[in-house]
């Protein structure tokens, strides 16, 4: 999982990320499309969960860090106070059972106090099947 930005024009800004599956280094390009940095294990360059725990408000980061979300999740939180997009939802935990899908969002409503809330959540879950 990787969290990107997409510019105006629809296009994906290019990035490297350490791969949390794998270990490597990816050259992510677009959406669900990356290479494999061969012989790269790791880039000191590649943004880390450190270096984005210095820009997130203590009360964010103290969640953040109880729910040992990954560094995509801390990027995205990162980028809703950087752009100041207020109201937008980010998954901390996300579990499905039978068909249902539930977890608990993180919801950032501003910077003061009380505008950050954790909200559970139950979706229906459902894969549509082709035919052929």
């Not at 490297?16 to 940095?37: M, T």
């Not at 039978?98 to 919801?107: A, C, S, Y």
């Not at 505008?115 to 099947?129: A, G, K, N, Q």
Request: negative net charge; aromatic residues 6%; hydrophobic residues 40%.
């Amino acid at each position: 999982m990787v969290f990107s930005i997409i510019d105006d024009s629809d296009t994906v800004m290019p990035k490297f990320a350490q791969c949390n599956n794998c270990g490597v280094i990816h050259k992510v390009y677009d959406i669900c499309k990356s290479e494999i940095l061969s012989g790269k294990d790791e880039i000191r360059t590649v943004c880390t969960i450190d270096d984005i725990s210095l820009t997130i408000p203590e009360d964010i980061r103290n969640v953040l860090e109880s729910y040992q979300v990954d560094l995509p999740i801390w990027e995205h939180v990162q980028f809703i106070l950087r752009n100041k997009l207020w109201g937008e939802q980010v998954v901390l935990l996300r579990d499905e059972l039978d068909k249902e899908i539930q977890g608990k969002l993180l919801i950032i409503d501003g910077m003061g106090a009380g505008e950050v809330r954790i909200e559970s959540f139950i979706r229906e879950s459902w894969v549509e099947l082709g035919n052929g």
